[in-house]
Each structure stands twice: as structure tokens, then as C-alpha cells.
């Protein structure tokens, strides 16, 4: 449970004030910058050839997009594009599951890894890789598959164990996740070294170099879905956040509105894994961050994190795709700017106790 003293309930209060102008001035700037990626690489793409693109693709201004060369529109339509969107959706994913989970297992370092959702939708990408040639559609319909399995696994188990708490959660989900950890260890073993272990390893370190409107169309309506019904449920997680005997006294039915919640939490987390693999610390730094901004009512701090998520992993691919050296996975930049971030957070925040 989360207690407040009165200065930082005022510091709360005050900041729950803000959410909207904090909210539109974030949004509008992730706005300005979704812009901004699409025209940064070795091809420039002006705001008038995005415009006269548009016009084209929506069969309104044939003449428009005349002189524009096709290597920009096949760069602006069929690689940035749907590279961002994509950037931005799973961004938003994570980090609404994220806060979620942080809230729903009173942990400020718990993450959608706790369920065991990413380690089983891992393994099921490296099953597709090994055994069915790793076709994309083939790896994303495994992974999200086995993404689902791990949730009803976890669930099977709990609901057999009367009364069961939030350790008892954490530690099922530890369970599970080593479970499907030792499976991806062992297929990786059996890998062959010079093919298929460097797909799955290069798959598990996440990228967005394989993005297409595919898997925007894919991803973006179920995580929308997940999203949406996460931040419609979000005031209640204010009270998901206290001990189980305070739910109960409440008259909140715990294990259903637990079901609920991490239903959509390993609905968008195993989609988002499906479609660009493994994306390190996004969903436990990002809520962070937004706690920070805008407080810990959790109505205001989900949104929130949506947007900040987006916005985050937009830059760092944007950053990624433009190393001179080239291309890299991107948990490998995402690691290297969160953690030592997470670090000064905790040691900044460490006297207010925000969380």
C-alpha cells in the first residue's frame, strides 16, 4: 500500500492538477517528433513530400507527389512509416503494462516479465525459428500463442491455491517465467551456432528493422483494445494497490479484477513481443518516469505512460537507425539509457518516497 504524508499528498494533489496541460504539452511534442523521425536518415523527406505522399496514397492529389522520387516514397511509406507507428504502439504497450503491473503487484520493480508472458512469447518465437524455417507470420502466431499459454498457465495454477497473494503471484510468475527461460536456453543449445541461434538471438534483443504495414495492422488494434480498457479500469487500480484484506473489506472482487487486469497486460505485451521481439526496460523505467512527472494517482499515471512510453521508444529507434556504425538491436541502446536513468531516479526520489 502506498501512504503519503501530507506534504506529499500536496505534492499529489497539485499535480494531478496539471495532468492535462502536462498531457497535451507531452502528447504534442511526441506529435512534433513522430514528424520529425520520418524525415531524419540518409533519405530526407520534407513535411511537404509527407503531405503530397499522403495525398497520393488517399488518391486525392495525383500531381502532388510528381517530382518526389520514388526512393523517398517507398523510404517515407514503406520503412518509416510504419516503422514509427510501430515504435510508438509498442512504446505505449510496455509502458501501460508497466505501471500496471507495478500497481497490481505493489512492487515499484515488477514488470510485465513477472507473469512469465515475454519469456513464453521468446520461446515460442525460437520454436518457430528452429522448427518452422521462422517465417514471419509463423513467429508472431507461436509467440503470441505461447504469450497467451504462460497467462492461462499462471491462472490454472493460482486457482487452485485458495486465497493466494501477491507473493504468492510473484512466485508462480518466477516459476513459469524460469520454466520458459530453461525451454529457450535448451532450444538455443540445440541450435545451430552460425543460423538459427543467431536469429533467435538477434530476435530477442529486439528490432524494428522488419516493421511493414502488416504488423502495424497486426498490433495496433489489439494493443489499442488493451490499452483502452487498461486506462478505463485505471481507478481502480488506486485500490488494487492496498493489502488484500483492505480490497476484500472494500468489496472489490480481488481475483476477478486480477484476472482482468493481466488478461490485457499479456494481451499487448505478448503482441508487442510477437511483432518486434524482446524490448528490455521499457516497461519498468518508463512508469517511473511518469510517476515522477505527474504523480501516483494511477488514473492519471497510465495515459501518461502511454504517451511517455510512445515517445521514448520512438527516439531511441530514431537514434538506432541512424548510428553511422549501423544498425543495432535496440534492448541494447534501451539498456544502456534507462538503467543508469533508473539509478538516479531512485537516488533522487529516494527522500520524498513518491512511489
Not at 495496433?220 to 483492505?246: A, H, K, Y
Amino acid at each position: 500500500m502506498i501512504r503519503l504524508s501530507d506534504t506529499e499528498g500536496n505534492i499529489v494533489t497539485n499535480r494531478s492538477k496539471r495532468l492535462w496541460p502536462i498531457l497535451s504539452v507531452t502528447l504534442l511534442i511526441l506529435i512534433i517528433f513522430f514528424f520529425l523521425s520520418l524525415n531524419i536518415g540518409k533519405v530526407h523527406v520534407t513535411f511537404a513530400d509527407m503531405i503530397a505522399i499522403f495525398l497520393e496514397k488517399m488518391k486525392i492529389g495525383q500531381g502532388f507527389a510528381a517530382d518526389i522520387t520514388a526512393q523517398k516514397k517507398t523510404v517515407f511509406w514503406n520503412v518509416r512509416l510504419p516503422r514509427a507507428i510501430l515504435a510508438c504502439t509498442v512504446g505505449a504497450a510496455l509502458s501501460v503494462a508497466g505501471a500496471v503491473m507495478q500497481t497490481l503487484y505493489r512492487n515499484p520493480l515488477a514488470s510485465p516479465d513477472v507473469i512469465g508472458v515475454t519469456q513464453a512469447a521468446n520461446l515460442g518465437a525460437g520454436i518457430a525459428i528452429f522448427f518452422f524455417s521462422g517465417s514471419t507470420i509463423v513467429v508472431q502466431s507461436v509467440s503470441f500463442c505461447f504469450g497467451v499459454m504462460a497467462l492461462l498457465l499462471t491462472f490454472a495454477i493460482v486457482s487452485r491455491l485458495p486465497g493466494s497473494s501477491i507473493t504468492v503471484l510473484v512466485l508462480i510468475g518466477v516459476i513459469i517465467s524460469a520454466m520458459f527461460q530453461a525451454g529457450l536456453t535448451l532450444l538455443l543449445y540445440m541450435s545451430d551456432p552460425y543460423s538459427d541461434m543467431l536469429r533467435i538471438n538477434y530476435w530477442l534483443m529486439g528490432a524494428f528493422n522488419v516493421s511493414n504495414w502488416k504488423k502495424v495492422a497486426t498490433v495496433l488494434p489489439l494493443v489499442c483494445i488493451g490499452i483502452f480498457f487498461l486506462i478505463l479500469f485505471s481507478w481502480r487500480l488506486n485500490i488494487m494497490g492496498q493489502t488484500d484484506e483492505e480490497i476484500k473489506a472494500l468489496g472489490v472482487n480481488l481475483s476477478r479484477w486480477r484476472f482482468i487486469y493481466i488478461l490485457f497486460v499479456a494481451l499487448i505485451v505478448s503482441v508487442s513481443t510477437a511483432a518486434v521481439g524482446n524490448i528490455a526496460w521499457v516497461g519498468l523505467i518508463i512508469p517511473h518516469i511518469a510517476r515522477s512527472i505527474i504523480g501516483s494517482n494511477q488514473k492519471q499515471v497510465v495515459p501518461y505512460a502511454a504517451v511517455v512510453g510512445a515517445f521514448f521508444l520512438l527516439l531511441i529507434d530514431t537514434i538506432v537507425r541512424n548510428l553511422p556504425s549501423g544498425e543495432v538491436p535496440i534492448s541494447v541502446i534501451t539498456s544502456f539509457v534507462a538503467a543508469p536513468f533508473l539509478a538516479w531516479l531512485i537516488f533522487s526520489k529516494q527522500k520524498r518516497r513518491v512511489w
